[in-house]
T-cell receptor
Framework: TQLLEQSPQFLSIQEGENLTVYCNSSSVFSSLQWYRQEPGEGPVLLVTVVTGGEVKKLKRLTFQFGDARKDSSLHITAAQPGDTGLYLCAPRNQASGGSYIPTFGRGTSLIVHP | KAGVTQTPRYLIKTRGQQVTLSCSPISGHRSVSWYQQTPGQGLQFLFEYFSETQRNKGNFPGRFSGRQFSNSRSEMNVSTLELGDSALYLC???????????FGPGTRLTVL
């Protein structure tokens, strides 16, 4: 069973601040996805990272996949109230024997105050 | 294109009752997955259906069951409800394995 940790668990910041959230594991992943879940809604896929060391940018969000493909980070520049939500990481592994059990981290709950 | 819809959005039941939740996937999507989300355990996979067949199953007791119809709509049933079943139940649809999942808004179930 892989151990998946997201940190910090909670984050409350002011508009305009920068922040980084982390997703760490003891296992190697074939790829990793980041989702954002806003209150009252289901998670929405932000990005999928596949290659070790890969960096992807989505406007003010920068996602990085660790070189060893065991960890990932999400950096938000100049956070805005619209960034408020629960950020979930979801590692993906190759299916074995046709079965695949999706797993998600516990998430980082971010509140950005105006 | 309409998104994933789930009904009802909110539900209150008492211990021992059973409940059926419904999920209508995005048109053309044949895979529907169900998840349970709680503050303590996070988002946990229940099961996945593809073309009316259960393809994968998470680690939940047999009280949790599901089915998928020929139009890809899916239902999940929880029998003999327990207090610990209180959660947000999410369904997600996709074209199939390896494709992006699209989540519905969820059904908030409260068991009293």
């Amino acid at each position: 069973t892989q151990l998946l940790e997201q940190s910090p668990q909670f984050l409350s910041i002011q508009e305009g601040e920068n922040l980084t959230v982390y997703c760490n594991s003891s296992s190697v992943f074939s790829s990793l996805q980041w989702y954002r879940q806003e209150p009252g809604e289901g998670p929405v896929l932000l990005v999928t990272v596949v290659t070790g060391g890969e960096v992807k940018k989505l406007k003010r969000l920068t996602f990085q996949f660790g070189d060893a493909r065991k960890d990932s980070s999400l950096h938000i520049t100049a956070a805005q109230p619209g960034d408020t939500g629960l950020y979930l990481c979801a590692p993906r592994n190759q299916a074995s024997g046709g079965s695949y059990i999706p797993t998600f981290g516990r998430g980082t709950s971010l509140i950005v105050h105006p | 294109k309409a998104g994933v819809t789930q009904t009802p959005r909110y539900l209150i039941k008492t211990r021992g009752q059973q409940v059926t939740l419904s999920c209508s996937p995005i048109s053309g999507h044949r895979s529907v997955s169900w998840y349970q989300q709680t503050p303590g355990q996070g988002l946990q996979f229940l099961f996945e259906y593809f073309s009316e067949t259960q393809r994968n199953k998470g680690n939940f007791p047999g009280r949790f069951s599901g089915r998928q119809f020929s139009n890809s709509r899916s239902e999940m049933n929880v029998s003999t409800l327990e207090l610990g079943d209180s959660a947000l139940y999410l369904c997600a649809s996709s074209l199939g394995f390896g494709h992006e999942q699209f989540f519905g808004p969820g059904t908030r179930l409260t068991v009293l």
